[in-house]
């Protein structure tokens, strides 16, 4: 995650993930959110597409998003939500909460972006309480081939990166999650196409836990 704006990216993002979110990654969202409560840290909010599908449970949404674009998209999400959110400038690795500090934290569709996925995933584990739950939903490198050699070597290339606001097709999150010290308790592949033409990608979609 980077403070550079990505204005291309920002204005066609909310558009694209609206059309997911038909194809069916709204249910997608509402199931990662399922079974929260307490102060929730939201990393990599985007235009807020997460906001109404919080349950009640959850006391107060800390939103950090650095795009300047999406964060005010994010902020009037925010004024509709059912549970208090606040949305806040930030970075993956630099949260400005206090050690222990939140209840639970919420990755989605973001771990991909971050420069460096083990540094984002060591601060949520700081500003988590003991027992605290990270929820998570992901795209991440396929299992089989030719399609996980083709993953790779467009991330080597560059090119999807930087025509993608840093979006990594190859990443292993869920062994990331599990090398930070978290016990993934829960963890569904989804095979999701979020438009007619597009290939389809494999994602993860589960819960996991601090010791």
Not at 74 to 85: C, D, F, L, N
Not at 123 to 142: K, M, S, T, W
Not at 143 to 162: C, E, N, T
Request: aromatic share 6%.
């Amino acid at each position: 995650m980077s403070d550079t704006p990505h204005p291309r990216f920002a204005r066609v993002y909310p558009g694209v993930a609206a059309r997911a979110d038909r194809r069916g990654a709204a249910d997608h969202r509402r199931r990662l959110l399922e079974g929260l409560a307490g102060r929730v840290v939201e990393v990599g909010a985007g235009n807020g597409r997460n906001f109404a599908h919080y349950p009640p449970t959850v006391t107060e949404v800390l939103a950090i998003e650095p795009e300047p674009t999406l964060r005010a998209l994010a902020a009037e999400a925010a004024r509709e939500a059912a549970v208090p959110i606040t949305v806040l400038t930030g970075l993956a690795d630099a949260l400005p909460f206090g050690d222990g500090e939140l209840d639970a934290a919420v990755v989605s569709l973001v771990l991909c972006s971050v420069p460096g996925p083990a540094s984002a995933l060591s601060e949520l584990r700081r500003v988590l309480r003991a027992g605290g739950e990270l929820h998570f939903y992901e795209h991440v490198i396929p299992l089989h081939q030719p399609k996980r050699a083709l993953f790779k070597a467009a991330d080597r290339s560059g090119i999807w990166p930087a025509v993608a606001a840093g979006c990594h097709l190859s990443r292993d999150t869920a062994a990331a999650i599990t090398a930070a010290g978290f016990a993934i308790e829960q963890c569904e592949r989804i095979a999701f196409r979020s438009a007619p033409l597009e290939p389809r990608l494999p994602y993860i979609l589960g819960r996991a836990r601090l010791p």
